[in-house]
């Protein structure tokens, strides 16, 4: 039986698609990490960060403003108004800044505070097929002192 050597440092193992090979430690390069110049380090107005639009860019203010899809006027909802408290169904993808931004412009109000929550959907049964109700995610937020949102209802 044949047995491998113990590789030491002067030796390196590398995958091969005919098997395992064993190469001298004088014919291996060195490797190093590629440098960024200042061209490469720069983004483009094209690119994304985590699937998003990049700051600042005329892709990023246009999601800003299609952040929001509707004002949520329930029952609870109009107990929180109370509280100065406004819910809002947003896009599945929103961030807590961006809908802040979205209602700053919007509404002209000034925005305490954000919170986000997600409800899932519901299942819908009509016989013996069942479906599903979508579910959506929404937000409530939270306004200075003072300030009021007017949905004109």
């Known amino acids: 039986m044949f047995k491998l050597p113990i590789f030491s440092s002067g030796f390196r193992k590398t995958k091969n698609t005919a098997g395992l090979k ?44 299609q952040s929001l899809r509707n004002p949520i006027i329930t029952e609870k909802a ?34 305490v505070g954000v919170n986000i929550l997600k409800t899932a959907g519901k299942i819908k049964k009509r016989g013996r097929v069942i479906g599903w109700q979508p579910g959506h995610k929404k937000a409530v937020v939270t306004l200075k002192v003072g300030e009021k949102i007017d949905f004109g209802i």
Do not use: C, H, M, W
């Open 22 to 65: 064993i190469t001298d430690k004088s014919s291996v390069s060195k490797i190093s990490k590629p440098k960024l110049n200042k061209k490469t380090s720069v983004r483009k107005s094209s690119e994304t960060i985590k699937g998003n639009p990049v700051l600042g860019t005329p892709d990023f203010k246009n999601r800003i403003s």
């Open 78 to 111: 109009t107990i929180l108004k109370d509280l100065n408290k406004y819910s809002f169904e947003i896009i599945d993808d929103a961030s807590k800044n961006e809908i802040k931004k979205s209602i700053r412009d919007l509404y002209q109000v000034k925005v």
